[in-house]
């Protein structure tokens, strides 16, 4: 599956943003969805992921109680929301999507994730 994220653009710290993944093909609801991120000079780190059927939800303990991942999938797209934007948060924000069956863990590692889009920038500042 291809994957287009948009959404991202420049806040001032303490505002919000929405961040959109929608996919090429019409069997999204079985992808399990998450959202990484990449800063200038570091390494992908793992945000927030959400499984197929929308019962969990996996939080980067940098993000918990600041973002939220939802998905609409009669609409085919899963939400990134972010509140409170911090200056660090600033960075490229990838979606990335699997069909496997992930254990807990797995959802945190960018090497079980099959599918990814092009990035959106978003930068915060102070």
């Known amino acids: 599956v291809q994957l287009q994220a948009s959404g991202g653009g420049l806040v001032q710290a303490g505002e919000s943003l929405r961040l959109s993944c929608t996919p090429s093909?019409?069997?999204?609801?079985?992808?399990?969805i998450a959202w990484f991120r990449q800063a200038p000079g570091k390494e992908r780190e793992f945000v927030i992921a959400i499984n197929w059927s929308r019962r969990r939800s996996y939080y980067a303990d940098s993000v918990k109680g600041r973002f939220t991942i939802s998905r609409d999938n009669a609409e085919d797209t899963v939400y990134l929301q972010m509140d409170s934007l911090k200056p660090e948060d600033t960075a490229l924000y990838y979606c990335?999507?699997?069909?496997?069956?992930?254990?807990?863990?797995?959802?945190?590692?960018?090497?079980?994730?099959?599918?990814w889009g092009q990035g959106t920038l978003v930068t915060v500042s102070s």
């Open positions: 093909e019409r069997t999204f609801q079985y992808y399990a």
């Open positions: 990335a999507a699997t069909r496997r069956n992930l254990i807990q863990s797995a959802y945190y590692s960018d090497q079980y994730y099959d599918s």
